[in-house]
């Protein structure tokens, strides 16, 4: 099976009690990620768990956090 243009497979493991795949996808689009597993849905259940980088949430926190701050300084001027 071709990989979709937008999906890379980061990695994969193999369950040790067995029965399950866990996969790393790292996809431009959902219709990438669906494009790949929509075959086999009719096979397994495939539990799907968007993840991000702890950096970028780091980030992404900062950002709202001073975002936030000066909203509520702001406030205070007035």
Excluded: H
Excluded at 31 to 45: E, G, H, I, S
Aim: proline share 4%; with cysteine.
């Amino acid at each position: 099976m071709d990989f979709p243009k937008g999906l890379k497979v980061i990695n994969q493991w193999f369950d040790a009690g067995g029965g399950r795949v866990i996969t790393l996808f790292d996809v431009e689009t959902v219709k990438d990620y669906l494009a790949y597993n929509l075959p086999f849905t009719d096979l397994c259940q495939i539990d799907v768990f968007p993840v991000i980088e702890a950096d970028d949430v780091k980030k992404s926190i900062i950002y709202r956090m001073e975002k936030l701050s000066y909203l509520e300084i702001g406030q205070y001027k007035n």
